[in-house]
């Protein structure tokens, strides 16, 4: 998302910098030409690391003199507004992802949060992560989800159909809860033996969803087919998209699924991603976080209702126009606009 507004904002003739904290002098991927990247180096030594990042973030802000800062995810935002402190520099912070998870222990970092809930102003990609921060930072805040781009199937392997269920994602079952998805699937495939499981995807907790796939006996119809960078295309006719997560942001591999015409399962994940773009029964089915029954009855209505299941699948193209990229990127820029207008940036570029 930082990679998406920083050349949405740049091909509209913005000046455009990026500060990068990362220790590691990682490139972004795909940036516009005319963007200026800085790599942020310190010394790494605890607390003193954290100390000269804000400093030299300072001296990058001074150097660069930007109209607005967008700071993305909490650590880089509350270090922005300390490096901004005085500069009279609008800091706006992009939440990226579940605060209600993220921050369970929010007592240990309240000065943070302060100076977050203190910021110019906020991009949520939900309603109900934006609940989550104090009033008044909601009042001078906005909500825009991902993009999603137009997808094509055209290059699918064949027409014919594939009794299958697909996930794809990162094998970390804290969010993701595998384990919910190897017993739902278990339910549903005591009924509708025809189906397999196709996961997607690779990480530390693979070994774990093999041994849970082991104990329910469905090594057989349980595939690991590792990472796929454009996951739509790897869907086929009569495929189930699925997703168990407890928290989530939204879902860009949901997204793309839903955008090629495909029925998705989801659960009702926080802060609320899911929710805002499925509408139950029309564009696809929601069940409650950690419950595999009814996940697994959800994929058993889509199994034996084709009508239900091409209907949603058919509605769920919708994310192409609701979400489409320029569409996106005009919020992201009319609402940086209103942020520096208020604080009376002159020019704004």
């Known amino acids: 998302m930082l990679a998406f507004v920083a050349n949405g904002l740049s091909k509209r003739n913005h000046a455009v910098s990026i ?22 180096q310190t010394r790494d030594v605890r607390y003193v690391e954290k100390i000269d990042k804000i400093l030299k973030l300072r001296e990058f802000i001074q150097s660069d003199k930007p109209d607005v800062i967008v700071a993305f995810k909490s650590t880089p935002a509350w270090i922005a507004c300390l490096a901004a402190k005085h500069l009279r520099i609008p800091v706006v912070f992009s939440e990226r992802g579940d605060p209600y998870v993220e921050n369970l222990k929010r007592w240990r970092t309240y000065p943070y949060w302060k100076l977050i809930n203190h910021a110019a102003g906020a991009v949520f990609q939900t309603y109900g992560a934006k609940e989550y921060f104090e009033k008044g930072l909601q009042e001078r805040s906005t909500v825009i989800p991902n993009p999603v781009t137009l997808v094509s199937c055209d290059d699918q392997k064949d027409d014919l ?11 970390e079952n804290f969010q993701k809860r595998y384990d919910v998805m190897i017993d739902a699937f278990s339910l549903f495939h005591k009924t509708h033996p025809e189906y397999i499981l196709k996961l997607y995807g690779t990480g ?8 849970w796939v082991n104990d329910k006996d469905l090594q057989d119809t349980v595939q690991f087919l590792g990472y796929a960078g454009k996951p739509y295309k790897e869907m086929k006719p009569g495929n189930i998209f699925l997703i168990t997560s407890d928290f989530e942001g939204i879902s860009n591999a949901m997204l793309e699924a839903m955008a090629a015409g495909f029925p998705v399962v989801s659960t009702d994940s926080s802060p609320g991603g899911a929710r805002m773009v499925i509408q ?18 959800a994929m058993s209505e889509f ?5 239900l299941r091409d209907k949603c699948a058919m509605n ?9 990229p320029e569409k996106i990127m005009d919020q992201w820029e009319n609402y940086l606009l209103r942020v520096c207008d208020k604080h009376n940036v002159p020019g704004s570029n």
Request: charged letters at 35%.
């Open 280 to 297: 139950n029964r029309e564009n696809g089915l929601l069940a409650p976080v950690g419950d595999s029954k009814k996940v697994a009855e």
């Open 303 to 307: 199994a034996d209702d084709k009508q």
């Open 19 to 40: 500060a990068n904290l990362l220790e590691e002098k990682e490139e972004v991927q795909s940036l516009d030409p005319n963007i200026k990247v800085g790599h942020i």
């Open 204 to 211: 530390e907790d693979e070994q774990a969803v093999r041994q």
């Open 316 to 324: 769920a193209k919708d994310v192409v126009i609701r979400f489409a």
């Open 161 to 171: 159909e594939d009794k299958a269920v697909v996930s794809f994602g990162r094998f």
